[in-house]
C-alpha cells in the first residue's frame, strides 16, 4: 500500500534556509504537495507539483521532486519565524485518493 | 474562496456519549472527508463521500458513522465514544476536476477530547 514518510522535527536559525524532506513508496501518484499547519489551524495548501516535473519555485519555496528515488523535498529560502509550523507532505492518485505523511514540526530558532 | 466550518473547535465528552461532528462547505463540492489527526501518525482518513447519499469507508472507519443528506453538509458520529476517539478531527472538501490540481481544503479542525 502506499506510504509517506517524514522525519518529525526540524530546527533552523532565522535567516537560514529549511529542507524538509519526504520519501513515499507508491510512484503512481498525480500530484504531490505541501501543506501547512499553524497552531490550531486546518491545512493550507502551500505548494504542489505535478509527478513529471523535477523542480518548482513559488518565491521563497522551492519543491524538488526524485521520481527515481521516491524522495520529495520542499526547501524554504530565508526562514522566519512565522514559518514555524507543521509541514505535510501529500500523494494523490488517480480520483480522490490523498496519503499524508506525519508532519515534520518546523521550530524557528531566533 | 473556499471555506469549509467545523460546528466547533473543541468538545469535551463523556466515554459513551454520542457525539456529532458537523463540517459545511460552501464551495459545492462534490467530495467531502473526516480525518483524524494524532501527533506522529499524521492524518488519517476515517470516511469520504463522494456525493449526497454516498459514503465509502477510509482506513479507521471502526467505531465511526457519516451521513451526508445534503451537499453542503458531512456528519461524522461517534455513536459511544471512548478515550482512545481523542483526537483532532479534521474536514475537507474537493470538487470533481480531475487531471488538475485540484487539492482538499480543510476546516480548522475539532479537538475532542473523551473523558
Redesign the interface.
Known amino acids: 500500500g502506499e506510504d ?1 514518510e517524514q522525519s ?1 522535527f526540524l530546527s533552523v536559525r532565522e535567516g537560514d534556509s529549511s529542507v524538509i524532506n519526504c520519501t513515499y513508496t507508491d510512484s503512481s501518484s ?2 504531490l ?1 505541501w ?1 501547512k499547519q499553524e497552531p ?6 502551500l505548494t ?1 507539483i ?1 509527478s513529471n516535473m523535477d523542480m518548482k519555485q513559488d518565491q521563497r519555496l522551492t519543491v524538488l521532486l526524485n521520481k527515481k528515488d521516491k524522495h520529495l523535498s520542499l526547501r524554504i529560502a530565508d526562514t522566519q519565524t512565522g514559518d514555524s509550523a507543521i509541514y ?1 507532505c501529500a500523494e ?1 492518485f ?3 485518493n ?1 496519503v ?4 515534520t514540526r518546523l521550530s524557528v530558532l531566533p | 474562496d473556499v471555506k ?1 466550518t467545523q460546528s466547533s ?1 473543541y468538545l469535551v465528552k463523556r466515554t459513551g456519549e454520542k457525539v456529532f461532528l458537523e463540517c459545511v462547505q460552501d464551495m459545492d463540492h462534490e ?1 467531502m ?1 473526516w ?1 483524524r489527526q494524532d501527533p ?4 488519517r ?1 476515517i470516511y ?1 463521500s ?1 456525493d449526497v447519499k454516498m459514503k465509502e469507508k477510509g482506513d479507521i472507519p471502526e467505531g465511526y458513522s457519516v451521513s451526508r443528506e445534503k451537499k453542503e453538509r458531512f456528519s461524522l458520529i461517534l455513536e459511544s465514544a471512548s478515550t482512545n476517539q481523542t483526537s483532532m478531527y ?1 474536514c ?1 472538501s ?1 470538487g470533481l476536476r ?2 488538475s ?1 485540484e ?7 475539532t479537538r475532542l477530547l473523551v473523558l
Open positions: 509517506v518529525l498525480t500530484y504537495y501543506y490550531g489551524a486546518g491545512l493550507q495548501l504542489y505535478f505535510f494523490r488517480y480520483g480522490q490523498f499524508f505523511g506525519p508532519g | 469549509v473547535r467530495n472527508f480525518y506522529g501518525l499524521g492524518l482518513l469520504f463522494y479534521l475537507a474537493s480531475q487531471g490540481k487539492t482538499q481544503y480543510f476546516g480548522p479542525g
